[in-house]
């Protein structure tokens, strides 16, 4: 029987770190559920992140990937946003 819902982590930086005030975050999702989701969700709970939205980018278990890419539990989520300075 499939699971209903997949569990990732999800590694905050820079301003997502700031809204959280945490380092990462365990995040129990739909199946099916995208990086795309992941990054909504987090847009909802804290709407200040919402300029932030169209300009992260999404990695998966140490690799870039697209908005659509589905999860699967146990998987290691990174959301990037423009990292700002030098």
Do not use: C
């Not at 990732?8 to 820079?14: E, G, H, Q, S, W």
């Amino acid at each position: 029987m499939a699971e209903a819902t997949v569990t990732v982590t999800v590694k905050l930086f820079a301003a997502y770190q700031e809204a959280y005030g945490l380092p990462e975050l365990a995040l129990e999702l739909p199946t099916g559920a995208t990086v795309a989701e992941v990054r909504d969700r987090l847009i909802q709970e804290h709407p200040e992140l919402e300029r932030w939205r169209d300009l992260t980018r999404f990695g998966v278990n140490l690799q870039f990937v697209e908005p659509n890419t589905p999860l699967q539990t146990g998987d290691e989520v990174v959301l990037i946003p423009p990292v700002s300075g030098g």
